[in-house]
């Protein structure tokens, strides 16, 4: 491959398309429920708020969370009404439907905790406590925590009616409803996702955090938001002393640990900038949350493979308790023409499933290390016939915190083929 040439900011932002993007305002941009594992052994109801605010000040090169974002700086009290009246329509419990993984799962690889007759998440442990007597109530509900997951537990009779998966039509038969399980959890954690960082003035006034740790700490264990290595300062200490026992999580892109190609995202911070604020957070008994990219410009897919599972194991081994791996895609417009050039190869369903492996194997209790699906339809290989049974299979392996046994399909038969047997 060509060496890279490495973009100004002015450069990263003339590739940017025109998009319409979000005007100020007091309405969040939109709310996801989710289910994240905890480390632990547990499943834990996750609400995500996209925050409309102000653009990043950094441009990364391969970012394009500024398309959710408005150039003016965040009005202040913009944020807590969004919140406010986000948190107020949660339901304290959220009732979804989990993939069961195929019968022949018991690899016996790792001792990872099974999804299967798992429980709802202990604020308590979150916060570094012992269980307390009472259990911590969401609001408006009874007992948040007497809410047992639906049909949980071996011998709920699922597993027994599954047959052997093959190729013939095999997303209509895992993705069948028998062969989802009911969950019903309480929300019990939030992330409160800006599209920038938290702790910028520019993208959250700090006047307005106060009134935001109000907002969340009676209601929730668990807050993550959105920071930079390069602003872990003392608005971050103060957030969390008003969360008032309320853990705090900071999510960061990591992107890689490949110095040259750090380098090149433009992220302004080193490797050693990331070290030191992980620590710097650790010491506070703030945790930690990492995204990764697997697929980056100037490297072999083999290569990339490779730096995202080494950029796992970095963030890992530096007090993250919590890793993301997102497959890179190209929707900035530079990327697009790295793309065209044959300068950065996007990873392929291949790629994902090596990394996914690889790296489950490195997870360890208390550790998290999941692969986003997001916008998996859109990665090369597989085929239109297996594509909703990976989907549901990466969603399974997320939960699960532990490998499946690859899907069968023809198109499996015939890796040669990039675009699947269809
Ligand atoms: S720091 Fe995050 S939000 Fe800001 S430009 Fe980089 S990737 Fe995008
Ligand atoms: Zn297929």
């Known amino acids: 491959m060509n060496p890279l040439r490495q973009f100004s900011t002015t450069e990263v932002m003339s590739f940017r398309p025109v998009v319409e993007r979000p005007a100020p305002g007091e309405t969040p941009l939109g709310l996801e429920l989710e289910l994240e594992p905890d480390g632990h052994g547990h499943l834990v109801g996750v609400a995500t708020i996209f925050l409309r605010g102000a653009e990043c000040s950094f441009k ?21 009404a969004q919140i406010a009246a986000t948190v107020q329509q ?31 998440a202990n604020p308590a442990r979150e916060r570094g406590e012992e269980a307390p007597s009472r259990p911590r109530r969401a609001a408006g509900s009874e007992n948040p925590r007497d809410v047992p997951p639906q049909g949980a537990g071996r011998g709920s009779g699922v597993t027994s009616r599954r047959e052997e998966l ?31 960082n938290f702790f910028s003035a520019t993208n959250v006034p700090p006047d307005d955090l106060p009134q935001i740790a109000r907002l969340v700490r009676d209601r929730f264990a668990r807050v993550i938001v959105e ?7 003392r608005g971050v200490e103060l957030f969390q002393a008003a969360l008032e026992g309320t853990r705090l999580e900071i999510a960061t892109g990591l992107e890689t640990v490949h110095p040259r190609l750090l380098r090149w995202l433009n992220k302004q ?15 506070r008994g703030i945790d930690t949350r990492a995204f990764v ?9 083999n290569e990339a493979v490779e730096w995202c599972v080494r950029s796992v194991a970095w963030a890992l081994d530096h007090h993250c308790r919590h890793v993301s ?36 194997a490195l997870r ?9 699906p997001w916008d998996l339809d859109k990665v090369a290989g597989g085929c239109s016939h297996c594509r909703p049974l990976q989907r549901a299979r990466f969603q399974g392996m997320n939960l699960a915190q532990r490998a499946w046994p690859a899907v069968h399909c023809s198109c499996t038969a015939a890796p040669s083929d990039p675009h699947g047997c269809v």
């Open 60 to 80: 990364c090169t391969m970012c394009d969370l500024w398309k959710f974002t408005h150039v003016q700086p965040t009005p202040r009290g913009a944020i807590p």
């Open 90 to 120: 949660l339901p304290p419990r959220w009732e979804t439907h989990i993939p069961l993984p195929p019968p022949h799962t018991s690899t016996g690889r790792h001792s990872s905790p099974s999804i299967e007759g798992g429980q709802a």
């Open 166 to 196: 093959t190729d013939e039509e095999p997303h209509k038969r895992w993705v069948a409803p028998n062969e989802c399980k009911r969950w019903v959890a309480p929300v019990e954690w939030i992330k409160l996702y800006n599209a920038a």
């Open 227 to 233: 920071n930079h290595p390069r602003l872990c300062h």
């Open 269 to 283: 911070a080193e490797l050693e900038d990331f070290a030191r604020a992980f620590a710097w957070l650790h010491r």
């Open 293 to 301: 990219l697997l697929g980056l410009p100037g490297l072999s897919r």
């Open 325 to 360: 791996i997102i497959p890179l895609r190209a929707t900035n417009g530079l990327l697009e023409n790295l793309v065209t050039s044959g300068d950065l190869q996007l990873p392929t369903l291949d790629d994902i499933e090596a990394v996914t492996q690889r790296t489950l």
């Open 364 to 372: 360890h209790e208390g550790r998290v290390v999941m692969t986003d």
